[in-house]
């Protein structure tokens, strides 16, 4: 067990909806990153935040966006769904800043399926 | 032709067999992460190098910055390391990642 935690883990939507994943992390880490994996593109960084702010912009679509919260938790949500946007969504968390150079922890994964 | 690019794309060993899955890079890096992933999807971060060598049980990681390449062994593998074996690089603020490879231990 990571100690980094998502929901839900699963999610079954429409084309054109929105949804909202959600991630809390390690206890004490203040870094949250996102990323997405899917069977065409594999494993992509999308965002990180770093004590509620936003630090590093990967290839996120417009229609994706994310915050933390005081408490530390993130949420990254996707709207105007396509069926490309169906995909394992994967948060981690790393102590500090400098998580690029630092060691990762991922939560289970959100499986978000677009029909 | 991609950023990080690893080989083989699939392996298969039979238990107890040395491992090597290899990584190479085009870009510079801050570091460079091992990832495991198992078939239930849930990702394990293995190692984050900068610079060497290091060991975790049977698990060895190396990488040589001058040659941007990396090595990830396993010795004495066992059905259990069955898994895809992620390399990824960390750049400034950006993360990029292989394809992976898949690793299969038969007993």
């Known amino acids: 067990d990571s100690g980094v935690t998502q929901t839900p883990k699963h999610l079954i939507t429409a084309t054109g909806q929105r949804v909202t994943l959600r991630c809390s992390p390690r206890s004490g880490d203040l870094s949250v990153y996102w990323y997405q994996q899917s069977l065409d593109q594999g494993l992509q960084f999308l965002i990180q935040?770093?004590?509620?702010?936003?630090?590093a912009k990967g290839n996120i679509l417009e229609r994706f966006s994310a915050q933390q919260f005081p408490d530390l938790h993130s949420e990254l949500n996707l709207s105007s769904l396509e069926l490309g946007d169906s995909a394992l969504y994967f948060c981690a968390s790393s102590p500090g800043l400098a998580g690029f150079t630092g060691e990762l922890f991922f939560g289970e994964g959100s499986r978000l399926t677009v029909l | 032709k991609n950023e990080v690019e690893q080989s083989p794309q699939n392996l298969t060993a039979q238990e107890g067999e040395f491992i090597t899955i290899n990584c190479s890079y085009s870009?510079?890096?801050?570091?460079l992460h091992w990832l495991q992933q198992h078939p239930g999807g849930g990702i394990v971060s293995l190692f984050m190098?900068?610079?060497g060598k290091k060991k975790h049980g049977r698990l060895i990681a190396t990488i040589n910055i001058q040659e941007k390449h990396s090595s990830l062994h396993i010795t004495a593998s066992h059905p259990r390391d069955s898994a895809v074996y992620i390399c990824?690089?960390?750049?400034?603020?950006?993360?990029?990642f292989g394809a992976g490879t898949r690793l299969t231990v038969k007993p």
């Open positions: 870009v510079g890096i801050s570091a």
């Open positions: 190098l900068s610079s």
């Open positions: 935040y770093y004590n509620g702010e936003e630090r």
């Open positions: 990824a690089v960390s750049l400034n603020n950006d993360m990029r």
